[in-house]
Protein backbone atom coordinates (compact mmCIF):
# COMPACT_ATOMS: atom_id res chain seq x y z
CA UNK A 1 0.00 0.00 0.00
CA UNK A 2 2.80 2.02 -0.40
CA UNK A 3 1.23 3.92 -3.03
CA UNK A 4 -0.76 5.53 0.14
CA UNK A 5 2.13 6.73 1.50
CA UNK A 6 2.50 10.68 0.48
CA UNK A 7 -1.18 10.88 0.78
CA UNK A 8 -0.84 9.23 4.26
CA UNK A 9 1.87 12.01 5.36
CA UNK A 10 0.00 14.78 3.87
CA UNK A 11 -3.50 13.82 5.54
CA UNK A 12 -2.70 12.21 8.61
CA UNK A 13 0.62 13.51 9.12
CA UNK A 14 -1.62 17.64 9.26
CA UNK A 15 -3.60 15.93 11.86
CA UNK A 16 -0.81 15.00 13.52
CA UNK A 17 1.46 18.02 13.36
CA UNK A 18 -1.67 19.98 14.50
CA UNK A 19 -2.44 18.02 17.65
CA UNK A 20 1.73 18.01 18.80
CA UNK A 21 1.50 21.50 18.00
CA UNK A 22 -1.51 21.77 20.75
CA UNK A 23 -0.12 19.90 23.25
CA UNK A 24 3.23 21.84 22.81
CA UNK A 25 1.26 25.53 22.91
CA UNK A 26 -0.53 24.14 25.67
CA UNK A 27 2.60 23.37 27.96
CA UNK A 28 3.84 26.84 26.48
CA UNK A 29 1.10 28.64 27.94
CA UNK A 30 1.39 26.54 31.68
CA UNK A 31 4.99 28.05 31.82
CA UNK A 32 3.96 32.00 31.22
CA UNK A 33 1.19 31.47 33.81
CA UNK A 34 4.13 30.88 36.11
CA UNK A 35 6.20 33.38 34.70
CA UNK A 36 3.22 35.80 34.63
CA UNK A 37 1.85 35.05 38.18
CA UNK A 38 5.52 34.84 39.89
CA UNK A 39 6.07 38.02 38.22
CA UNK A 40 3.38 39.61 39.46
CA UNK A 41 4.03 38.64 42.95
CA UNK A 42 7.64 40.61 42.50
CA UNK A 43 5.13 43.78 41.75
CA UNK A 44 2.87 42.98 44.82
CA UNK A 45 6.09 42.82 46.61
CA UNK A 46 7.20 46.49 45.35
CA UNK A 47 4.30 47.84 46.20
CA UNK A 48 4.38 46.54 49.77
CA UNK A 49 7.78 47.43 50.03
CA UNK A 50 6.95 50.91 48.79
CA UNK A 51 3.99 51.18 51.39
CA UNK A 52 6.83 50.71 54.09
CA UNK A 53 6.27 46.93 54.57
CA UNK A 54 8.99 44.57 55.01
CA UNK A 55 9.22 40.60 53.82
CA UNK A 56 11.78 37.71 54.34
CA UNK A 57 14.33 38.55 51.12
CA UNK A 58 14.78 35.41 49.85
CA UNK A 59 11.40 35.41 48.51
CA UNK A 60 12.84 37.41 46.17
CA UNK A 61 15.58 34.69 45.33
CA UNK A 62 12.76 32.17 45.21
CA UNK A 63 10.90 34.39 42.45
CA UNK A 64 14.10 34.43 40.05
CA UNK A 65 14.87 30.94 40.51
CA UNK A 66 11.45 29.96 39.85
CA UNK A 67 11.52 32.58 36.95
CA UNK A 68 14.90 30.67 35.40
CA UNK A 69 13.62 27.28 36.03
CA UNK A 70 10.29 28.14 33.87
CA UNK A 71 12.46 29.87 30.92
CA UNK A 72 14.67 26.57 30.91
CA UNK A 73 11.38 24.62 30.94
CA UNK A 74 10.33 26.70 27.69
CA UNK A 75 13.71 26.52 25.78
CA UNK A 76 13.80 22.96 26.60
CA UNK A 77 10.03 22.93 25.28
CA UNK A 78 11.36 24.90 22.19
CA UNK A 79 13.68 22.67 21.24
CA UNK A 80 11.61 19.27 20.74
CA UNK A 81 8.82 21.22 18.99
CA UNK A 82 11.91 22.18 16.87
CA UNK A 83 13.33 19.30 16.59
CA UNK A 84 10.20 17.79 15.48
CA UNK A 85 9.26 20.21 12.86
CA UNK A 86 12.33 18.97 11.49
CA UNK A 87 11.33 15.15 11.37
CA UNK A 88 9.53 16.50 7.95
CA UNK A 89 12.89 18.03 6.14
CA UNK A 90 14.09 14.53 4.61
CA UNK A 91 11.32 12.61 3.77
CA UNK A 92 13.36 9.23 3.79
CA UNK A 93 16.21 8.96 5.79
CA UNK A 94 18.66 6.97 7.95
CA UNK A 95 16.67 7.38 11.25
CA UNK A 96 18.21 6.90 14.74
CA UNK A 97 15.20 5.11 16.23
CA UNK A 98 16.62 5.78 19.86
CA UNK A 99 16.34 10.11 18.53
CA UNK A 100 13.01 9.20 17.42
CA UNK A 101 11.88 7.27 20.77
CA UNK A 102 13.40 10.48 22.87
CA UNK A 103 11.43 12.51 21.37
CA UNK A 104 8.38 10.63 21.13
CA UNK A 105 8.25 10.38 24.89
CA UNK A 106 8.45 14.25 25.26
CA UNK A 107 6.34 15.14 22.92
CA UNK A 108 3.64 12.71 24.74
CA UNK A 109 4.95 14.27 27.90
CA UNK A 110 2.48 17.18 27.57
CA UNK A 111 -0.59 14.93 27.11
CA UNK A 112 -2.51 15.07 30.81
CA UNK A 113 -2.70 11.15 30.24
CA UNK A 114 1.03 10.71 30.35
CA UNK A 115 2.65 7.90 32.28
CA UNK A 116 5.84 7.64 33.51
CA UNK A 117 8.25 6.67 30.57
CA UNK A 118 11.66 5.68 30.17
CA UNK A 119 13.44 4.74 27.48
CA UNK A 120 16.49 2.58 27.65
CA UNK A 121 20.02 3.31 26.14
CA UNK A 122 21.01 0.45 23.36
CA UNK A 123 24.36 -0.12 23.69
CA UNK A 124 25.04 0.11 20.07
CA UNK A 125 23.17 2.84 17.61
CA UNK A 126 20.41 1.58 15.58
CA UNK A 127 19.50 3.34 12.48
CA UNK A 128 16.66 2.34 9.97
CA UNK A 129 15.91 3.60 6.69
CA UNK A 130 12.53 4.91 6.97
CA UNK A 131 10.29 8.19 7.11
CA UNK A 132 11.33 9.71 10.49
CA UNK A 133 7.93 11.53 10.57
CA UNK A 134 5.83 8.68 10.07
CA UNK A 135 8.23 6.49 12.37
CA UNK A 136 7.58 9.73 14.99
CA UNK A 137 3.63 9.39 14.36
CA UNK A 138 3.75 5.31 14.72
CA UNK A 139 5.27 5.69 17.96
CA UNK A 140 3.25 8.79 19.33
CA UNK A 141 0.34 7.08 18.44
CA UNK A 142 1.59 3.91 20.01
CA UNK A 143 2.69 5.49 23.11
CA UNK A 144 -1.18 7.89 23.67
CA UNK A 145 -2.96 4.44 23.14
CA UNK A 146 -0.84 3.11 26.24
CA UNK A 147 -1.00 5.95 28.56
CA UNK A 148 -5.01 5.73 27.94
CA UNK A 149 -4.99 1.76 28.81
CA UNK A 150 -2.95 2.29 31.67
CA UNK A 151 -3.71 3.13 35.48
CA UNK A 152 -2.27 6.66 36.73
CA UNK A 153 0.47 5.10 38.71
CA UNK A 154 1.68 2.93 35.59
CA UNK A 155 5.46 2.94 34.56
CA UNK A 156 6.50 2.33 30.98
CA UNK A 157 9.72 1.09 29.81
CA UNK A 158 11.14 1.34 25.84
CA UNK A 159 13.75 -1.03 24.81
CA UNK A 160 15.13 -1.27 21.59
CA UNK A 161 16.42 -4.98 20.13
CA UNK A 162 17.95 -6.20 16.93
CA UNK A 163 15.74 -8.70 16.27
CA UNK A 164 17.51 -10.34 13.29
CA UNK A 165 19.23 -9.08 10.53
CA UNK A 166 16.86 -7.49 8.88
CA UNK A 167 14.35 -6.07 11.32
CA UNK A 168 14.12 -4.20 14.54
CA UNK A 169 12.05 -4.66 17.37
CA UNK A 170 10.53 -1.58 19.97
CA UNK A 171 9.49 -3.38 23.09
CA UNK A 172 6.66 -1.29 25.07
CA UNK A 173 6.90 -2.75 28.98
CA UNK A 174 4.20 -2.21 31.28
CA UNK A 175 4.02 -3.25 34.71
CA UNK A 176 -0.06 -3.86 34.85
CA UNK A 177 -2.25 -5.76 32.33
CA UNK A 178 -4.32 -3.57 29.93
CA UNK A 179 -7.08 -4.04 27.26
CA UNK A 180 -6.12 -2.95 24.12
CA UNK A 181 -8.25 -4.84 21.93
CA UNK A 182 -8.98 -2.24 19.96
CA UNK A 183 -5.47 -1.34 19.06
CA UNK A 184 -4.41 -0.43 16.45
CA UNK A 185 -7.15 2.28 15.08
CA UNK A 186 -7.59 2.11 11.51
CA UNK A 187 -5.44 5.43 11.33
CA UNK A 188 -2.41 3.97 13.43
CA UNK A 189 -2.69 0.66 11.00
CA UNK A 190 -2.45 2.86 7.93
CA UNK A 191 0.70 4.28 9.75
CA UNK A 192 2.07 1.09 10.35
CA UNK A 193 1.11 -0.39 6.97
CA UNK A 194 2.90 1.97 5.23
CA UNK A 195 5.88 1.43 7.29
CA UNK A 196 5.90 -2.45 7.09
CA UNK A 197 5.91 -2.45 11.03
CA UNK A 198 3.74 -5.28 12.82
CA UNK A 199 2.09 -5.23 16.60
CA UNK A 200 2.93 -8.27 18.46
CA UNK A 201 0.48 -7.75 21.87
CA UNK A 202 0.52 -8.96 25.10
CA UNK A 203 -0.91 -8.48 28.51
CA UNK A 204 1.92 -6.31 29.82
CA UNK A 205 3.80 -5.65 26.88
CA UNK A 206 3.45 -4.72 23.20
CA UNK A 207 6.59 -5.26 20.16
CA UNK A 208 6.80 -3.00 16.97
CA UNK A 209 8.77 -4.96 14.78
CA UNK A 210 10.11 -2.61 11.72
CA UNK A 211 12.20 -3.45 8.56
CA UNK A 212 15.31 -2.21 8.91
CA UNK A 213 15.10 -1.00 5.57
CA UNK A 214 11.87 -0.06 4.00
CA UNK A 215 12.57 0.46 -0.32
CA UNK A 216 8.76 1.07 -1.13
CA UNK A 217 8.78 3.62 0.76
CA UNK A 218 12.64 5.44 -0.14
CA UNK A 219 11.43 4.36 -4.13
CA UNK A 220 8.07 6.46 -3.72
CA UNK A 221 9.67 9.45 -2.38
CA UNK A 222 12.68 8.99 -4.28
CA UNK A 223 10.06 8.65 -7.90
CA UNK A 224 7.56 11.89 -6.40
CA UNK B 1 -14.87 33.58 51.21
CA UNK B 2 -13.13 29.76 51.02
CA UNK B 3 -11.56 28.75 48.21
CA UNK B 4 -9.84 25.84 46.76
CA UNK B 5 -7.45 26.06 43.85
CA UNK B 6 -6.71 22.84 41.94
CA UNK B 7 -4.08 22.48 39.37
CA UNK B 8 -1.46 20.05 38.79
CA UNK B 9 1.37 23.17 38.05
CA UNK B 10 2.08 22.84 41.46
CA UNK B 11 4.35 26.92 41.64
CA UNK B 12 1.04 28.24 39.29
CA UNK B 13 -1.27 27.95 42.37
CA UNK B 14 1.16 27.97 44.67
CA UNK B 15 1.76 31.50 43.73
CA UNK B 16 -1.90 32.43 42.64
CA UNK B 17 -2.96 31.67 46.21
CA UNK B 18 0.03 33.71 47.96
CA UNK B 19 -1.39 36.56 45.33
CA UNK B 20 -4.85 35.92 47.00
CA UNK B 21 -3.75 36.23 50.40
CA UNK B 22 -1.98 39.22 49.97
CA UNK B 23 -5.71 40.81 48.66
CA UNK B 24 -7.13 39.48 51.69
CA UNK B 25 -8.53 36.07 49.89
CA UNK B 26 -7.97 32.67 52.12
CA UNK B 27 -7.46 29.74 49.17
CA UNK B 28 -6.34 26.01 50.01
CA UNK B 29 -4.12 24.52 47.08
CA UNK B 30 -4.42 20.78 45.81
CA UNK B 31 -2.71 19.64 43.37
CA UNK B 32 -4.64 16.35 42.26
CA UNK B 33 -8.59 15.75 41.95
CA UNK B 34 -8.08 13.23 44.51
CA UNK B 35 -6.44 15.49 47.00
CA UNK B 36 -9.46 18.34 45.66
CA UNK B 37 -11.66 15.70 47.18
CA UNK B 38 -9.80 15.08 50.70
CA UNK B 39 -9.87 18.89 51.30
CA UNK B 40 -13.34 18.98 50.49
CA UNK B 41 -14.14 16.41 53.09
CA UNK B 42 -12.78 18.14 55.57
CA UNK B 43 -13.47 22.28 54.65
CA UNK B 44 -16.58 23.63 53.22
CA UNK B 45 -15.49 25.61 50.06
CA UNK B 46 -17.35 28.40 48.41
CA UNK B 47 -15.73 28.23 45.14
CA UNK B 48 -13.51 26.14 43.63
CA UNK B 49 -11.15 27.19 40.55
CA UNK B 50 -9.95 24.15 38.43
CA UNK B 51 -7.36 23.41 35.54
CA UNK B 52 -9.58 21.77 33.08
CA UNK B 53 -7.06 19.15 32.39
CA UNK B 54 -4.85 16.86 35.36
CA UNK B 55 -3.70 13.69 35.37
CA UNK B 56 -5.40 11.09 36.73
CA UNK B 57 -8.94 13.39 36.82
CA UNK B 58 -10.24 15.85 34.79
CA UNK B 59 -11.58 18.91 36.13
CA UNK B 60 -14.95 18.17 34.58
CA UNK B 61 -14.92 15.02 36.76
CA UNK B 62 -13.66 16.46 39.65
CA UNK B 63 -16.70 19.17 39.35
CA UNK B 64 -19.43 16.04 39.36
CA UNK B 65 -18.07 14.65 42.49
CA UNK B 66 -17.32 18.24 44.10
CA UNK B 67 -20.79 18.73 43.85
CA UNK B 68 -21.51 15.45 45.82
CA UNK B 69 -19.93 16.55 49.13
CA UNK B 70 -20.88 20.30 48.38
CA UNK B 71 -23.56 20.57 47.03
CA UNK B 72 -23.97 24.80 46.76
CA UNK B 73 -19.69 25.42 45.65
CA UNK B 74 -19.31 27.18 42.65
CA UNK B 75 -16.77 26.63 39.88
CA UNK B 76 -14.63 28.76 37.62
CA UNK B 77 -12.60 26.82 35.14
CA UNK B 78 -9.28 27.74 33.89
CA UNK B 79 -7.06 26.61 30.83
CA UNK B 80 -4.34 26.68 28.91
CA UNK B 81 -6.16 25.95 25.64
CA UNK B 82 -6.22 28.23 22.74
CA UNK B 83 -9.99 27.92 22.47
CA UNK B 84 -12.44 27.13 24.86
CA UNK B 85 -15.68 24.98 23.20
CA UNK B 86 -18.26 23.78 25.31
CA UNK B 87 -19.56 21.83 22.58
CA UNK B 88 -20.81 18.39 23.67
CA UNK B 89 -20.87 19.11 27.20
CA UNK B 90 -24.37 20.64 27.80
CA UNK B 91 -24.01 20.64 31.98
CA UNK B 92 -21.08 22.92 31.88
CA UNK B 93 -23.51 25.81 30.08
CA UNK B 94 -23.42 27.87 32.97
CA UNK B 95 -19.30 27.58 34.18
CA UNK B 96 -17.07 30.46 33.33
CA UNK B 97 -13.73 29.81 31.64
CA UNK B 98 -10.50 31.69 32.27
CA UNK B 99 -7.67 31.36 29.75
CA UNK B 100 -3.70 31.19 31.31
CA UNK B 101 -2.11 33.03 32.27
CA UNK B 102 -4.55 34.62 34.13
CA UNK B 103 -5.01 38.00 35.20
CA UNK B 104 -5.66 37.88 39.01
CA UNK B 105 -7.81 40.86 39.12
CA UNK B 106 -9.98 39.31 36.22
CA UNK B 107 -9.56 36.35 38.87
CA UNK B 108 -10.99 38.07 41.85
CA UNK B 109 -13.61 40.34 40.08
CA UNK B 110 -14.69 36.37 38.31
CA UNK B 111 -14.84 34.79 41.84
CA UNK B 112 -16.92 38.04 43.61
CA UNK B 113 -19.21 37.58 40.96
CA UNK B 114 -20.04 34.17 40.89
CA UNK B 115 -20.80 34.57 44.42
CA UNK B 116 -22.37 37.31 44.58
CA UNK B 117 -23.96 38.18 40.86
CA UNK B 118 -26.16 40.48 42.43
CA UNK B 119 -23.50 42.91 43.36
Redesign the interface.
Known amino acids: MTSNASDLVHKQGLQFFGSVNASISHELKNIFAIISETAGFLNDLTQLSKQGQTFDLSLLENCSNSIAEEIERGFDTIRQMNQFAHSVDIPVKETRIHDTLALAVKLTGFLSFAKKTRVEPSGTEITIDTSPFLLQTLVYRTLKALYRALDTSAELTLTLRESEASLVTLIFSHDQAVDLTDFPDFRTADVAEVLKAAFTKTDTGLALTLPRENKDLRDKFAGG | MKIILVD??T??IN??A??LL?RGLDADVAYSGDQALEKASQTRYDIAVLDM????M?GFTLKKKLLETLPEIQFIFVT???TIDQNGIPDQSNDIFL????N?DTLIDTIRQRLDPDQ
Do not use: T, V
Open positions: DEKFMLRRLKMPGSGHGAKPLI
